[in-house]
């Protein structure tokens, strides 16, 4: 689905877009970034402990006192805040309303003031803004999109807390084609405890993983894997680095529950 540049004006929309599957999502155009109203792809990737929590935080809006973050239960999201200079309304990054809790969802991040931010950074560092993270609040105001919108196009200097979807599960299967069986894609280490698995590499050739990844940036889900990503359950298997890396061996399909780095403070 398309999505906007912030703080841009796109034309009209049409009443839907259809998608790679062919169905049509009913979308609609205000101040040039792209409500989706399908609902479908946020929905699986969502629990309903986050929601109710998002919920809770944007009925306490009102209150400017409290933090949108401490509504959020730390299992699910990561927060942190990056500080930006606007140039002229605009921060360099498509993004998408979502409206179960009223953040600005990264879509696509381009020339600008946040790829600047990033390049500030080292490459693996985790306060570099992502594809699906969320910006939930702005210059003090969160809970309510609209008013994200207007003070990004508004205040020059922007304070914004971001979130990040701290675990995130995927399933894939292996399959052979005529050169063998597809790679994993993965380069992986044991944890000091060994209850755990660090992901080290995740490879740029072919892969399950790349495949993987690929397609959840497609669709803007928070489910990409990351270099220092750590697994921490493989098919039901928990707390035993030995027996995860041999389920990720040997079963022919995969569900891998991961959990991302928490990013560091300044």
């Known amino acids: 689905m398309a999505s906007s540049e912030l703080g841009q004006e796109q034309p009209e929309e049409p009443a839907g877009a259809r998608g790679e599957d062919g169905r049509l999502t009913p979308v ?40 949108p973050s401490v509504y959020f239960c730390p299992s699910y999201y990561h927060s942190f805040e ?35 931010w990033n390049e500030s950074w080292d490459k693996d560092d985790e306060r570099g803004v992502r594809n699906a993270d969320k910006i939930a609040c702005v210059n003090g105001k969160f809970g309510n999109y609209n008013e994200l919108l207007q003070v990004v196009r508004s205040d020059r200097y922007l304070d914004m807390t971001i979130w990040r979807r701290a675990e995130y599960r995927i399933s894939i299967s292996k399959f052979v084609t005529a050169r063998g069986e597809v790679p994993i894609g993965l380069r992986l280490a044991k944890s000091l405890d060994d209850t755990k698995l660090a992901v080290k590499e995740v490879s740029e050739g072919p892969s399950l993983i790349s495949a993987w990844n690929e397609n959840a940036r497609m669709r803007c889900l928070d489910a990409q894997v990351y270099a220092r990503d750590i697994i921490i359950e493989v098919n039901g298997i928990r707390s035993d680095a030995g027996q995860m890396m041999e389920r990720l061996r040997s079963d022919p399909h995969l569900s891998i529950l991961l959990r991302r780095p928490k990013p560091a403070l300044e």
Not at 44 to 49: T, Y
Not at 85 to 95: A, H, K, Q, T, W
Not at 102 to 110: A, E, F, M, P, Q
Request: charged share 30%; hydrophobic share 45%.
């Open 28 to 67: 609609l155009d205000i101040d040039g970034v792209i409500i989706d109203l399908g609902g479908t792809e946020d929905a699986a990737a969502e629990d309903s402990a986050m929601a109710a929590g998002a919920r809770a935080g944007a009925m306490a809006s009102a209150s400017p006192r409290r933090e």
């Open 82 to 116: 990056i500080r930006v200079l606007s140039e002229n309304g605009c921060l360099g990054v498509d993004v998408r309303i979502s409206r179960f809790d009223n953040t600005l969802k990264v879509d696509k991040v381009k020339e600008g003031p946040i790829l600047r």
